[in-house]
């Protein structure tokens, strides 16, 4: 288990602290990561997140069908059995659109206030919601209005994302989705064109697609970002 806002280790609950505790960033639910990934870990994970309630639990989002190429390379979640699972991750990595080179993308869910997504974009505090009011409010040269940077369908509904500024090697947007955060988070940054295609995501714990390819783990989840 690791801190979802830092990657550092967290403390168990004791007599004097009901919650998991960073050091650094206080109370957080804490990020479980499987060491490896294949539809044994997928299932296990799916019977996890799923097991607090249909209606109210956070998605698994994934893109299915996968693009050309592309393999799941990971998942994971945030939460304990007092609290529930409070975020969720999903990781794939394929062809780059523009130049055909190694990419990855993973796509997080959370509850406010969790900062798994921002840790993983490079983003200061644990929300984006300055970054995509920043958006909104200014468009950028060339765009008189205020356009998303990029329309997905998400759970069947087109949704869109906010491109936020991130560290120069990747490329981050964030959305809403189901009364929760989004996050798409791509590496290299030229990977983010991936969500410029036709992208569906897919709740996993509605149904695990059995034809799911599976590849060597994320390094993202594994401490690289």
């Given at each position: 288990?690791?801190?979802?806002?830092?990657?550092?280790?967290?403390?168990?609950?004791?007599?004097?602290?009901g919650?998991?505790?960073?050091?650094r960033?206080?109370?957080?639910?804490?990020?479980?990561?499987?060491?490896?990934?294949?539809?044994?870990?997928?299932?296990?994970?799916?019977?996890?997140?799923?097991?607090?309630?249909?209606?109210?639990?956070?998605?698994?989002?994934?893109?299915?069908?996968?693009?050309?190429?592309?393999?799941?390379?990971?998942?994971?979640?945030?939460?304990?059995?007092?609290?529930?699972?409070?975020?969720?991750?999903?990781?794939c990595?394929?062809?780059?659109?523009?130049?055909?080179?190694?990419?990855?993308?993973?796509?997080?869910?959370?509850?406010?206030?969790?900062?798994?997504?921002?840790?993983?974009a490079?983003?200061?505090?644990?929300?984006?919601?300055?970054?995509?009011?920043?958006?909104?409010?200014?468009?950028?040269?060339?765009?008189?209005?205020?356009?998303?940077?990029?329309?997905?369908?998400?759970?069947?509904?087109?949704?869109?994302?906010?491109?936020?500024?991130?560290?120069?090697?990747?490329?981050a947007?964030?959305?809403?989705?189901?009364?929760?955060?989004?996050?798409?988070?791509?590496?290299?940054?030229?990977?983010?064109?991936?969500?410029?295609?036709?992208?569906?995501?897919?709740?996993?714990?509605?149904?695990?697609?059995?034809?799911?390819?599976?590849?060597?783990?994320?390094?993202?989840?594994?401490?690289q970002?």
């Amino acid at each position: 288990m690791s801190c979802p806002r830092c990657a550092g280790p967290v403390r168990d609950p004791d007599l004097m602290h009901g919650e998991y505790r960073c050091l650094r960033c206080g109370p957080v639910p804490p990020l479980h990561v499987p060491e490896r990934i294949g539809a044994e870990i997928m299932a296990s994970v799916v019977e996890r997140v799923a097991a607090d309630g249909e209606s109210a639990g956070v998605p698994l989002w994934c893109p299915w069908p996968l693009p050309p190429g592309w393999t799941l390379t990971g998942v994971a979640w945030a939460g304990d059995d007092r609290a529930g699972v409070r975020a969720t991750v999903v990781a794939c990595a394929g062809p780059a659109p523009l130049d055909g080179g190694p990419a990855d993308l993973i796509f997080v869910a959370e509850e406010p206030g969790v900062g798994l997504g921002s840790r993983f974009a490079g983003l200061p505090g644990p929300d984006p919601g300055p970054q995509v009011e920043e958006a909104l409010t200014d468009p950028g040269p060339g765009h008189p209005e205020r356009l998303p940077h990029a329309k997905i369908r998400v759970g069947g509904h087109p949704t869109p994302l906010w491109l936020v500024r991130s560290e120069t090697d990747r490329s981050a947007y964030a959305g809403e989705a189901r009364g929760m955060w989004l996050h798409a988070i791509a590496w290299p940054a030229s990977a983010g064109h991936l969500l410029a295609e036709e992208v569906v995501l897919h709740d996993l714990t509605e149904w695990t697609p059995p034809e799911l390819v599976y590849g060597a783990p994320s390094p993202y989840l594994h401490g690289q970002a």
